[in-house]
Each structure stands twice: as C-alpha cells, then as structure tokens.
C-alpha cells in the first residue's frame, strides 16, 4: 500500500483479529500477543490494539489464521472476494477489512477507495455539521439582536422611570426641607416655654417645700398632744380596769361554784364534730379529686402522692408508648424507671411499675432502681390483669393511685377504690422533676 491503512478500516481489522485471537492455541501467537490471550475481546480490542496490527503487519503466517477465521465467520464474504466482486449490500468498511486480511485481487484499491470513502463521508458530515452550526449561530445571533434591541427598549423604559422618579423625590425633598424648618421653628417654641415651665415648677417646688416643712412642725406638735391624751386616758382607765376585774372573779367564783354543785360533766363533742367533713389524717385520693384542680396539672399528682401511706402504681408500656414510642422497650423501661426513682426519692409514696411480660422470649435481666418495684406480668397474663391483684391485695383505706390511660383499667380500679390518673399527667410530672 503507498498510504497508511485507513483508522476506520484499521479498528474493523483489529476487532476481527481480537474476536478471533481467543480461539487459537496458544502456540500459534506471536510472542508478543500471548499476555492477552486471557483477555476478552473488548479488552483485547483496547488494550493490545496497536500490538495486533503491528502484528497482522509483519506477521503474514498470524493474518492467515486471522483470515481463516474470517472465512469460518463470513463465508459469503470471502467467497466473493476472492472471485473478484463485492456484494453490493456490503459494509464497505467491512469489505476493506476482509480484503485487507484475505488479500484477494485488488486488495489494496479496495483498502484504498473504503478509507476514501470514510474520508468523502466525514468532509460530507463535517460539511453538514459546519452548516447546522452556521444556522444555529445565525438563529443564536437574530436571538442576540431581538434581546439586544427588548434590553434596550427596557434600559430606555428604567431610564424614564429613574428620572421621573428623581423628580418626584426633588419635590419630596423640598417639601421635607419646607416641614424641617417648621419643624425646628416649632421647637424652639417649646424649648422655651419648657424652660418658662420648668422656672415656674422650681418656683412652686421652693414654695411646696416651705409648706412641708411648717405641715411637718405641725405633725410633731400633734403627735405631741397626741401622746399626753393617752397617757392620761391610760391612767384614767386603770381604775376601771382594776373595778371590771373584782367583777370577772366575782362571776367566775360564782360560776365555779354552781358547776361543782351540779357535778356537769366536761363537754367532749363539739358542735363542729357533728358535721360531716373529711379529717387531714383520713383523706382519700378521691377527696383530693375534689379540689380545683385540672385532670392534666402536675399539681394534682403531687397532692395524691402526698396522701400518707400512698401506693403508686404505673403501667409501665402504657406510659412510655405515650409519652416515647419511638424508642426500643428496653430504652423506653430505661427511662420511665429512671423518672420513678427521682419521683419516689421526691415524695417518699411507695412506687410499683408494671410491665407487660406476655410476650417475652426470655427473663428481662434488669436492677430496678432504688425506691421503684418493677413487675412483669405472667405467660397468659396481662398488665391489666396485675395491676388490678395489686389493686385488691391492698388494704381497705389504703389510697392506691394508678397511672394508665387504659379506660377499662381506670373503670376497673376506680370501682376496687383506687384513684386512676392519665399517662400524661405522669409524664408531664417527670419532665419537672
């Protein structure tokens, strides 16, 4: 050939050979191909492309192989070749490719008009592309200008705009000149009539404080004759003071007397014990219901945990999945406990927190705080179900107070006697504590 293979028809040729290298042995490569005998095709393609062609050049023993089996792969192809004619249906690239590796008749023009004709087809593409970006910059520049003359249009419109508004704030700034100088006129009227005022005021103070002090004299001449009158009205009393007494002992000699004649015994009944009223020592936590105090104030549950002898009871899910269901049951117990114990050290009640155990795999491994029970329930069991044993194993007058949001476990306790109160009145209770 008088002239380089052409690119195109050079990656066609060394696709070929990558596609056919891994097919034979190992010993029919030329040393310098044997390293991507492993590869794939594609990284043969890329990798060992300039070793291949270098080798389809200056080995013609490793082409023939090559056009070997390319004529196992296109038959047709290298039929027609060979015979001296080109399917008119053929890639021309492809054709270049085949003769270039077969080497039939006219190889070499074949080779030739293929590159010629990539090279007519990319000037026709870079002529058509050249004439698509003309037309796209001559569009872009008709933009340019059409937005050139609409900026122009809208600069001029500001411009206007801008000195009317000048104008506009000229005339403004007279009239405020105008309004300053009034302005300050008027204040220097005020100025001195402020200063008139405060004269006349310091006068008036000058006078006030001559009067306070003749009132001040006159308060101590008072307090004075004050004084005298009830020292002698003090002296004057003291004889009847001394009358009224012989008259008191008299009676209550007298009184004494008849009581230990009749033999009266001591009154231990007041009026006062006969009305019904509850007694400090006998409070229930249903008396302290009664006060005006809302469901939800954390007032209330300090008042019922300090009822004497108070016994807390909280069921514990129901609280922590109202107050932070977000976090895991072991993190959620961890908290609550916590806030118990605090509660418990504040307000001396005895506390006891119940916790759903039915449905636990395994014993919950766990040192409950100091000044808190903590109880699961049994396999078969509810939560519900202990906080009301817990509730009936009381005492009758015992106050019991039970934390849950639960209706049927407040309908249940409130009939066994005990006080229930809401989840969020506890929890509202800790975030103080």
Request: a positive charge; aromatic letters at 2%; hydrophobic letters at 45%.
């Amino acid at each position: 050939m008088d002239r380089p293979l052409p690119e195109g028809v050079r990656r066609r040729v060394v696709g070929i050979a990558a596609d056919a290298l891994g097919t034979l042995p190992l010993g029919e490569l030329p040393a310098g191909l044997r390293p991507y005998a492993r590869f794939t095709p594609a990284r043969r393609a890329r990798y060992a492309a300039t070793a291949l062609a270098a080798a389809l050049e200056a080995e013609p023993l490793f082409r023939l192989r090559i056009a070997e089996r390319l004529r196992l792969g296109q038959p047709d192809l290298v039929r027609a070749l060979e015979g001296g004619t080109v399917p008119p249906a053929a890639d021309p690239m492809d054709v270049a490719a085949a003769a270039y590796l077969v080497r039939s008749a006219g190889w070499s023009r074949l080779v030739a008009e293929a590159g010629e004709e990539v090279e007519r087809a990319d000037a026709e593409g870079a002529a058509a592309e050249a004439v698509r970006l003309a037309e796209k910059l001559q569009g872009e520049l008709l933009a340019l200008r059409a937005s050139a003359r609409a900026d122009a249009d809208r600069l001029r419109g500001e411009v206007d705009a801008a000195r009317r508004e000048s104008e506009a704030l000229r005339k403004k700034l007279r009239s405020l000149e105008s309004d300053t100088r009034r302005a300050e006129a008027a204040t220097r009227k005020v100025t001195a009539e402020l200063e008139a005022a405060r004269a006349t005021a310091q006068a008036e103070r000058g006078s006030a404080e001559a009067e306070t002090r003749r009132l001040r004299h006159r308060v101590t001449e008072v307090e004075s004759a004050l004084e005298a009158s009830r020292r002698n009205a003090r002296e004057g009393r003291s004889v009847e003071d001394m009358r009224l007494r012989l008259l008191l002992d008299t009676v209550l000699n007298a009184a004494q007397g008849l009581q230990r004649e009749l033999a009266l015994p001591v009154a231990r009944i007041r009026p006062a014990d006969l009305v019904e009223a509850v007694a400090p020592g006998a409070a229930s936590p249903h008396d302290v219901a009664r006060r005006a105090l809302a469901e939800d104030d954390p007032a209330l549950l300090d008042q019922l945990l300090a009822l004497p002898q108070v016994h807390l009871l909280v069921d514990g899910y129901n609280v922590t999945k109202t107050g932070y269901p977000m976090l895991p049951l072991e993190q959620q117990r961890i908290r609550l406990l916590g806030g118990l114990s605090m509660l418990a050290a504040q307000s001396g009640a005895e506390v006891t927190c119940v916790f759903d155990g039915q449905d636990l795999d395994t014993p919950v491994i766990m040192a409950p705080p100091r000044g808190v029970r903590v109880r699961f329930s049994r396999t078969g069991q509810t939560a519900d179900e202990l906080i009301r044993q817990l509730v009936r194993a009381e005492p009758v007058g015992r106050p019991v107070v039970v934390v849950s949001s639960d209706r049927e476990v407040a309908d249940g306790v409130r009939r066994a006697g005990a006080r229930p109160v809401s989840s969020a009145l506890l929890l509202k209770r800790l975030v103080r504590t």
